[in-house]
Structures are given as structure tokens and as C-alpha cells.
């Protein structure tokens, strides 16, 4: 295959899983509409459990088969890959049914754990209904993550956009399509519509699979002929054992999976701690903890990930650079590449999380709606829009420790921050409210992207005192984007305005502000420059 061609499809691949992300962001927005923070409630503490036993039952394995397929495929070796595959689809299929079986029949064990009640209530019956309806998904996810993998093995980025882009888009429109006919048109009595609306939605991410997994097999057969000639022309080698194969590609998998799992496991932590220790020191209302629960594990916590998301795919887009740097030995160019990273991500999330929490109440009513619940998803949007840049900064550290084959690292920051959140969580929510299982998450982060900082100088010799005045350089802009955007927004409206209308206006107001603001900043003092480069052609035509 052609650079260009190759080229071509990773940025294909690119747009579709940002466009697939970006819908899944935006899919809370009607969901709220529909189901409010009853529905957030039960949805949040179904899928964090859904989310983690889908990462067991893949193992990291399908991102893990494009890199080994990639790798030998490169040398001609097609058969190795195909043996691989087989194998893997079988094996991605008894996991899959194993995950099905687990979580299905685990659900009451998992909503004990959850809510701390027993059979008889409400909530209880609810959350395992809504559990055991999204576990059927596991069915399919697995086996249809992994034929992705092989696709991207053999730089074949088409068959997986598209199937990624089919799923969520058939996910989010069967689940709403469903929530909406429920709630709005049928009638059913409230408690009962909302459980089966928040079930239809779940069970569009078994619809949406299917539809993906449809698409593959078409794709497969589309190629099969083309894949097929591969295999017959490899060269007769030696046939690696399956345990060989699986050795490698656990090895491959590790990173992928520590790193996706990090938030869910903070997650699942606040869904085990989050009911008993709200209930036990506050005694608060069901409803007001629904509005709790499901502002901190869903409304609210996706709305922090969008920038996060575009700081992060900069950031590691830099991370094979490091990995041929740092195999070659260039340690001058993997310590330039290291920078770009960690500028990237400084540049790109500081500015939009304190814009985003200087503007919490706004944007949450702009978003959400405005009802009595902006009191509570505001103050949460608040605090927790920082913490969005804690989560790119662990994610760009482990990008960079895998760069340089310490993956380790990862592993023991991940297991040392997810004990801080475990040790501190109960306390945290005593001293701060709602705030607390935040804050336990914020220390959690910092402590883990401490040992991953120490890991990369003591392995590249790398020296942060750059990086340190690059980061108060970007502060310093940050706080006058942030005087810029909050003054005008208490003087006219104070912190919490008083309609929709001007919800609207001073959200979109302050994000403009904000951005041209911070902006001209970056661009009159050369920094926009430095760090996305001398070539850009606004940057030129500006400076």
C-alpha cells in the first residue's frame, strides 16, 4: 500500500472515531431532555460496569491485532496474521458470551453493591432490568472490535469508519427514537417509562453492534479475495504456536487496556461509594441524588471529555515520533517530540477547562435545561471541568511511556491512583459534599502523573524546566482569558442566570470572548506559533 494511500486512511479512521465520540457526547443532551436525571442515574451505574467488563472480555486484544498484524505483514508473513485471527474470533466470542453471562447474572450483585439496598426497591429493580438488557451487547462487541483490528492490520482503515460510524449513529437513534416513544407518546406511568426508556437506550448499543458487525462481514467479503491472494503468496516460515502469538499480543494490549480503563475504574469506584456515603452523611432526597449521581458519572463528566478528547489525539498523534527516536537513540529529537506532547496538551485543555468552569452554570443550562437541577449540575460542572486537564495529562504520559517500551509505569500509576480514590473517596465526600469524590478523583490523577513524569526523566533523562515555563506562560494567558470571560458574565447576569435566553447568550458570548482573548494572546507573543508549529498558514499570514 502507498504512503499516500496509508496516510489517506488514517485520517479517515480519524474523523470517523472523532465524529463517533463527538456524537456520543452530544447524545446526552436529548437523553436528558427525555429521561432527566432519573434516566442519567440508571444509565451511569449500568454502563460503568458495562464499560470495564468489555475491557476484560476484549483484553485490549483487537487494537493489540492491528500492530501485530501490521508487523507481519510487513514481512510478507499474511498466514500468521489469518492463523491469529481465526483463533481470536473464537476466543473474542467465548469471552464475549462469558461477559454476557457475567454481568447478566451478576446484575443484582452489581446494583446490591450499587445502591446498598435489597430486592424490594425501586431503583434496585430498575438498575438490574437496565443492566441485564445492555449486557446482551457483549455478544457481539468483541468479536466485531477484533475483525476491525484485522482490517487496520493490513492499513485497511475503510471497514472500520465505517462500521464505527454505523454503529453509534444506529445506537444513538434506536435508543432515543425508543426513549422519546416511551416517555412522550405512550404514556406509561414515570417510573416505569423511564426505566424502559433508559432500557431501550441501552439496548441500542446491542442494535448498533449488530449493524456494525453486518457492515464488517460485508466489507470481508468485499475483500476476502484480495486477503486470500496474501495468504497464498507468504513464504513458507516455520508456524508460530498460538501461545507465542498470545504472548505478544498481550504485551501489545496491556497499555491499551490500563489507559482505556482508568476513568471507568474511578467510575466504578464513585458507584460503589456514592450512594451509601451521600445517603449516610447527608441524608439526602432520592431526587436530589439522582441529580447528584448523575451529573458526576455522566451529564456533566461528558461534557469534560470533549476537550480532552481533541488535547489528547494531538498529543499522541506526536507518540510514534518518540517510539523511532527513541529506538533509533536520537535522544535530542525524542526530547523535542516529548515537548510537543506535553504542549500540546498544556495549550489545548488548560484555557478550555477553565472556560468551562467559569461558565459551568451557563453552558449546564444551555445543555441540560433550566430547572431546579442547575444548582447541582453547576456547582459539579464547576469543580470537575479542571479535572479534564488531569485526565489528557495521564493519558499523554502513558502515550509517551509506551513510546518508550516502559509500559510498567503505567500500570503502577494506574494502581496507585485508583487506591488514593479508594482511601479518600469516603472522606473526601464527607469534608466536601458532592465536590469530594472530585477531588478524591483530581488526587488520584496528580499522584499517577507524578510516578509516569519521574518514569520519563529517569528513562530519557528528560528535564521539565521548559515544560514548567511554557505551563506558567499559558496559566498567565489562562487567567486573563478567565477575568475576560467572568466579568461580563457577573455583571450582567451573576453566576447563575435567570433564563434560557440568557444562558444562551452568555455562554456563547464568553466562549467567543474567551477564545479570541486567549488567542491573540498566544498569537502576538509567538506562542500559538512554537507550539503548533512555524508552517501554519493562519500563523503566518497573522504574524
Not at 180 to 206: H, K, M, Q, T
Not at 302 to 310: F, T
Request: overall charge positive; aromatic content about 14%; proline content about 4%.
Amino acid at each position: 500500500m502507498s504512503e499516500s494511500r496509508m496516510i489517506r486512511g488514517t485520517i479517515i479512521l480519524s474523523i470517523a472515531t472523532f465524529l463517533s465520540k463527538f456524537l456520543g457526547m452530544l447524545f446526552v443532551i436529548p437523553f436528558n431532555a427525555i429521561v432527566g436525571d432519573k434516566g442519567g442515574y440508571l444509565y451511569s451505574y449500568s454502563y460503568t460496569p458495562y464499560t470495564i467488563i468489555l475491557s476484560l472480555s476484549t483484553v485490549g486484544v483487537p487494537l493489540a491485532v492491528s500492530k501485530f498484524v501490521s508487523k507481519y505483514n510487513a514481512i510478507g508473513d499474511y498466514r500468521t496474521g489469518r492463523v491469529l485471527f481465526r483463533s481470536g474470533m473464537l476466543i473474542m466470542t467465548i469471552t464475549g458470551a462469558i461477559g454476557f453471562l457475567v454481568m447478566y447474572y451478576g446484575a443484582p450483585a452489581l446494583a446490591s453493591l450499587t445502591l446498598g439496598s435489597e430486592g424490594k426497591d425501586a431503583d434496585y429493580q430498575s438498575l438490574v432490568f437496565t443492566m441485564r438488557v445492555l449486557s446482551f451487547a457483549l455478544l457481539f462487541v468483541p468479536p466485531m472490535s477484533l475483525m476491525r483490528g484485522y482490517f487496520q492490520g493490513f492499513q485497511s482503515m475503510g471497514p472500520t469508519a465505517a462500521s464505527q460510524t454505523i454503529e453509534q449513529i444506529v445506537r444513538i437513534a434506536f435508543g432515543l427514537i425508543g426513549a422519546y416513544v416511551v416517555v412522550d407518546i405512550l404514556n406509561f406511568p414515570e417510573r416505569v417509562a423511564v426505566r424502559d426508556a433508559v432500557a431501550l437506550v441501552n439496548f441500542g448499543a446491542f442494535v448498533g453492534a449488530l449493524a456494525g458487525l453486518v457492515n464488517l462481514i460485508h466489507y470481508w467479503f468485499k475483500r476476502k479475495r484480495y486477503m486470500d491472494e496474501k495468504v497464498a503468496a507468504s513464504p513458507p516460515v516455520p508456524a508460530m504456536k498460538l501461545g507465542a502469538m498470545y504472548r505478544e499480543l498481550i504485551g501489545y494490549a496491556i497499555p491499551f487496556v490500563c489507559v482505556g480503563l482508568a476513568n471507568q475504574l474511578y467510575l466504578l469506584i464513585d458507584q460503589f461509594t456514592l450512594n451509601h456515603f451521600l445517603k449516610l452523611f447527608y441524608d439526602y432526597s432520592t431526587n436530589r441524588l439522582h441529580a447528584i449521581v448523575s451529573n458526576l458519572m455522566m451529564y456533566d463528566q461528558k461534557l469534560i471529555m470533549i476537550p480532552v478528547s481533541l488535547a489528547t489525539a494531538l498529543a499522541v498523534s506526536v507518540v510514534p515520533a518518540i517510539t523511532a527516536s527513541f529506538v533509533k537513540g536520537d535522544h535530542h529529537e525524542m526530547r523535542l517530540e516529548i515537548t510537543k506532547a506535553l504542549q500540546f496538551v498544556i495549550f489545548f485543555t488548560l484555557p478550555a477547562a477553565v472556560g468551562l468552569s467559569i461558565l459551568a452554570y451557563e453552558v449546564y443550562a444551555l445543555l441540560y435545561g433550566f430547572d431546579e437541577g442547575i444548582r447541582i449540575g453547576g456547582e459539579i460542572l464547576r469543580w470537575y471541568a479542571p479535572s479534564a486537564i488531569l485526565f489528557a495529562g495521564f493519558s499523554v504520559t502513558a502515550a509517551i511511556l509506551q513510546g518508550i517500551n516502559i509500559q510498567k509505569v503505567t500500570i503502577l500509576s494506574l494502581s496507585v491512583g485508583i487506591l488514593i480514590k479508594m482511601i479518600f473517596n469516603p472522606v473526601f465526600i464527607k469534608w466536601w459534599n458532592m465536590t469530594g469524590p472530585i477531588l478524591a478523583t483530581d488526587l488520584g490523577y496528580v499522584v499517577s502523573i507524578i510516578i509516569n513524569l519521574l518514569a520519563i526523566r529517569e528513562i530519557t533523562g528528560y528535564r521539565f524546566g521548559f515544560i514548567g515555563k511554557r505551563f506558567l506562560l499559558i496559566s498567565i494567558f489562562t487567567a486573563l482569558m478567565g477575568v475576560a470571560i467572568f466579568v461580563p458574565s457577573w455583571v450582567f447576569g451573576g453566576l447563575i442566570p435567570a433564563t434560557r435566553w440568557e444562558s444562551l447568550v452568555m455562554s456563547v458570548f464568553g466562549m467567543v470572548l474567551g477564545a479570541a482573548v486567549y488567542l491573540l494572546l498566544a498569537l502576538r507573543s509567538g506562542l500559538a506559533r512554537q507550539v503548533l508549529g512555524r508552517n501554519v498558514p493562519v500563523l503566518k499570514r497573522f504574524m
